[in-house]
């Protein structure tokens, strides 16, 4: 049954800013998520703009604290070999038995993502 569903938009040259802080980039985004969006060279801006947008869709799809999710250390975005994104909790943020759904996309100046969250038994 599906218990949440969360969705937000990221301006690209908003995230860019914010970058210029390489503290800001290692406390939101983990050393896996850095790497990838590094990898897309002159384009990193709209990953990591997707990457922000996919933390905040997923508060408010979940409940959890922004704070937590932002800051917490226990929410990667990951990708299959096709470059299919999937989310990966740890710690406080885990939801064992969750199945969790994230699209993404950017276009035209703007990251979107759409996190659904299906519990079985709910």
């Known amino acids: ?33 850095i790497s990838y969006c590094e990898s897309k060279g002159k384009r990193c801006f709209e990953s990591y703009a997707a990457g922000f947008a996919a933390r905040e869709a997923f508060c408010k799809a979940s409940g959890k604290n922004l704070g937590a999710v932002m800051f917490g250390g226990n929410f990667t975005i990951t990708r299959n070999n096709d470059g299919v994104p999937a989310i990966k909790l740890s710690g406080n943020l885990a939801m064992p038995g969750a199945k969790i759904f994230i699209s993404i996309t950017h276009e035209s100046g703007f990251a979107c993502a759409v996190v659904v969250i299906d519990k079985e038994g709910e």
């Not at 938009?9 to 800013?17: A, D, T």
Request: with cysteine; aromatic share 6%.
């Open 1 to 33: 049954m599906v218990t949440g569903i969360g969705i937000d938009l990221c301006s690209v040259e908003r995230m860019k800013k914010a970058l210029q802080s390489q503290h800001f980039k290692e406390r939101i985004f983990s050393p896996e998520e």
